[in-house]
């Protein structure tokens, strides 16, 4: 029995011992399991992830040994395209300096050059200073008979007072102011058709002093055609009233235009824009209130046809001026 006792100890202890280490077998597989599939455990030991470092250093290896069997060593003896092109840009064939000189390149200055900052005509300035001389000369010399054409242009008074006077417009001041008129007009002329770059068969101080001698030649012939008409229609009297206002009107516009051309062409290019279209503001603006004035008064005086002045209107005063305006291509 105790022999029995003995066995029955013995086979017990073994299958406990079978039991152990089919346990730790298992443990171990669940270890080994979550190392291949850490995704689906999400648990590692120290023991893992020292697996899973030990096996992508193999890969990596791996990898470097593949690149070292497929991946060859360049062949020294190849022609190198960088050194060629060095040796073609700085060999002197024939002693050939000026052919290699060619195919360096240009050397670039350190400095931002920029451009040309574009100048104006510099004849324009003696121009401008001449008509402020000029117009300094009349201020000085003729003061009285510039002060009363200036009353004129705002005072009907001073108006009927210069109409009852024929020796104005037969003296020196008047032919002055004249002249002053037609020079600053045909700069003003001059500067617009630069401003829109308008390109004719003269340039320069050539077609200034054609401008000028055109614009002074219109309205010369303007004042020419009236006078006849006068005449033929028996209307002397209220065409020279209408005359004399017309000359006023242009003494006046060549002292409002010339600070404004002086202004226009001593600027840049920017603000003609401003001046041109200013100037013809005040042009219609003067020309309005003198119309005004006198049509008030002719009406008021002498009763005729109004189509009578809306054909004079478009004969002698809107169509010159587009002619005018054409025939500049403005």
Partial sequence: MIKLFFVFLGIFLLSQTTVFAQTDTSQSTIKYDTVLNH???KILDSVSLAHNKAIKDS??????????????APDPK???????????????????????SKKLPKKMSQYNEGKPRPKGESWIIAVILFL?????IIKSIFSKELLAVLQSFYSNR????????????????FLFLYLLFGLTIGMYLYLSGRYFKLEYQFSGFEWFIILSALVIGLF??????L????????????VKEYVSVLYLSYFNLAIIFLPLVIAFSLTSNHYAGIYIYLAILLLIVIFLWQFLRVGLNILSNYQFPKVYLIIYLCALEICP?????KVLRF
């Fill in 220 to 225: 010369t012939l303007k004042i020419i055609a």
């Fill in 132 to 136: 402020t001389i000029f117009f300094s």
């Fill in 39 to 41: 995704d689906r455990y």
């Fill in 158 to 173: 001073m108006l009927s007072q210069i109409n009852k006077e024929d020796n104005l417009f037969s003296s020196w001041p």
């Fill in 227 to 238: 006078r006849l008409l006068g005449f033929f229609f028996g209307t002397q009297k209220l």
């Fill in 78 to 100: 190849r022609p190198n395209r960088f050194l060629d092109s060095i040796i073609n840009t700085c060999k002197i064939e024939k002693l050939d300096f000026t052919s290699w």
């Fill in 321 to 325: 001026l587009l002619i005018l305006l």
């Fill in 59 to 72: 890969l990596k290896n791996i990898g470097d040994s593949l690149a070292f069997v497929w991946i060859k």
